[in-house]
């Protein structure tokens, strides 16, 4: 079945420091990615997504770019703030269906 | 309010209780959905509901009912519960259309003793 491998945290980085979540899946077709944030306290928010092959999905400074090649729409972010610090969940969802399929998720603690 | 709220927060309930989840949500979406998060775990998509018609069922055991009496309003009724069954259950809601482009309550946490 389809699922969404993410890299383990938690990722500690200092005020300004650059910022990579590793995130790869596994597919039958082609499904679209997504990458949603949960701050603490707060439900899952979606973060961006991408559709379809090199299309590259960014909001908030937070970019992630479709690679069919390699499987992976790894998220990066060239200055993380202390207000980043939250967990991201990378998500798949074949098209036709209403299914999300999750990541575990990867913790980012930013300290100022 | 806006948004997807859920009640209630916390829950704690023996193995031979009743009870149900809520959720609602203000957004105009016509689509709900129950996850539930484990620790160390994927979120598990459990129920999907379009237009208050249950779609799916992801192998989800009978003793987690899912009603959905209009498109704003989801409840899950809980009985019998096993202490695994402790976790956080997560509702969602989004536009069939866009089901990548959901909107999560900030959920309930669910302690079976």
């Known amino acids: 079945g389809d699922s969404v491998t993410q890299m383990e945290g938690p990722v500690t980085l200092s005020e300004e420091a650059f910022l990579t979540i590793n995130c790869t899946y596994t597919a039958t077709g082609y499904p679209s990615l997504f990458w949603y944030v949960q701050y603490p306290g707060e439900g899952l928010q979606l973060l961006l997504k991408a559709t379809k092959a090199d299309d590259k999905g960014s909001n908030k400074g937070f970019e992630a770019t479709y690679r069919k090649e390699t499987t992976s729409f790894h998220l990066e972010k060239g200055s993380v703030q202390v207000s980043d610090s939250a967990v991201y969940f990378c998500a798949s969802m074949n098209t036709g269906f209403q299914k999300l399929v999750f990541g575990t998720g990867t913790r980012l603690l930013v300290s100022p | 309010e806006t948004g997807v709220t859920q009640t209630p927060r916390h829950l704690v309930m023996g193995m031979t209780n009743k009870k149900s989840l809520k959720c609602e949500q203000h957004l105009g979406h016509n689509a709900m959905y129950w996850y539930k998060q484990s620790a160390k775990k994927p979120l598990e998509l459990m129920f999907v509901?379009?237009?208050?018609?249950?779609?799916e069922n992801n192998s989800v055991p009978s003793r987690f009912s899912p009603e959905c009496p209009n498109s704003s309003h989801l409840f899950l009724h809980l009985h019998t519960l096993q202490p695994e069954d402790s976790a956080l259950y997560l509702c969602?809601?989004?536009?069939?259309?866009?089901?990548?482009?959901?909107?999560f309550g900030q959920g309930t946490r669910l302690t079976v003793v």
């Open positions: 969602a809601s989004s536009q069939v259309e866009t089901p990548g482009e959901a909107f």
């Open positions: 509901y379009n237009f208050k018609e249950q779609t």
